[in-house]
């Protein structure tokens, strides 16, 4: 028989400024120490030279993450230009070089084509599988792989600098699946010059932004203490997408235990949406002739 996992049953979103070098896995396993937090987790990986939002969910607010992971996200990133390496990143070897340089106007038109509905072939160096292995694991033995593009949705991607003939900076907003490395990859073959990203930091992600973060050594300061506890964001706010329903008395009893249950409001028949009793969340489901058909379900007390 397997043990149970210890720790508190705590609920709620804490928001990190991730730093540089960790990976977030190692930030996830912080914060589930100085919660003393039974279950935690995270809502968009960001690599371990990355900075900038990662939310951690808690307890039930890992039921939502799903919202968070497919929401937009914005990224301000700085792209090197005139040499390839291996990860896309400035971790990785130089494996190309290029003496052209673009100049504003010639940055600014190839921006256009990796607007909107794109397609996209993840880094050699992704944790993207490959019949059943990461890649990352391959490119370290030196395999170099076919990857398959896949597709991306980029609201918007914007020329903020251009300190000098060798450097961009760059703010990209996407959707569920970027990588910001190969975003620079591509662009630097567009332009002829080749390019890698240096540095990146994540200032949003769907309700999620720099004002809500703390930082790990704030995290750690205040470990186990009712300071950090007052730090956590309510479950509902990856909720912020979806319309509120207020369920009955007798609705959100039902809701309780995954059965259709009664909710005030009026939105579209099948829209997704959320229901609250005495302004806690009940459950998620699709809203169907008066009820909330739940998909998922809080157990919140």
């Known amino acids: ?20 070098g960790l990976t977030s896995t190692a930030v996830v396993n912080k914060v589930r120490w100085a919660l003393q ?6 809502a968009g990986t960001l690599d371990p030279a990355a900075t900038g939002i990662l939310a951690v969910a808690l307890g039930e607010a890992t039921k939502t993450v799903p919202y968070i992971t497919d929401a937009l996200k914005c990224y301000r990133f700085t792209v090197r230009l005139g040499a390839a390496t ?13 003496a052209l340089r673009p100049d504003r106007a010639a940055v600014e038109a190839a921006l256009g084509a990796f607007r909107g509905d794109i397609m996209q072939v993840p880094p050699q160096f992704s944790a993207v599988k490959i019949d059943g292995e990461r890649a990352y694991v391959r490119a370290r033995d030196g395999e170099e792989m076919e990857l398959a593009a896949r597709p991306l949705f980029v609201d918007s991607l914007d020329l903020i600098d251009m300190p000098d003939a060798d450097t961009l900076v760059l703010e990209m907003v996407c959707g569920k699946g970027g990588y910001v490395r190969a975003i620079a990859r591509d662009l630097g073959r567009a332009l002829g010059c080749l390019g890698h990203v240096v540095s990146l930091r994540r200032t949003w992600s769907g309700p999620f932004d720099l004002e809500d973060a703390v930082s790990l050594e704030t995290v750690e300061a205040e470990a186990q ?18 319309p509120e329903l207020r369920a009955t008395d007798q609705g959100a009893a039902r809701l309780s235990h995954g059965n259709p249950g009664q909710v005030l409001g009026s939105i579209e028949f099948g829209e997704e949406a959320w229901a609250s009793y005495q302004g806690r969340p009940v459950a998620v489901g699709r809203y169907m002739g008066g009820e909330l058909h739940p998909d998922r379900v809080f157990n919140l007390g």
């Open 225 to 242: 203490s009712p300071a950090l506890d007052a730090r956590l964001l309510p479950v509902e706010t990856a909720l912020a997408d979806l």
């Open 86 to 98: 291996n990860t896309d990143d400035a971790e990785g070897e130089v494996i190309e070089t290029s």
């Open 37 to 42: 937090a039974k279950k935690a987790g995270h």
């Open 1 to 20: 028989m397997m043990a149970r996992r210890k720790g508190r049953e705590i609920s709620g979103w804490l928001v990190i400024d991730k730093p540089a």
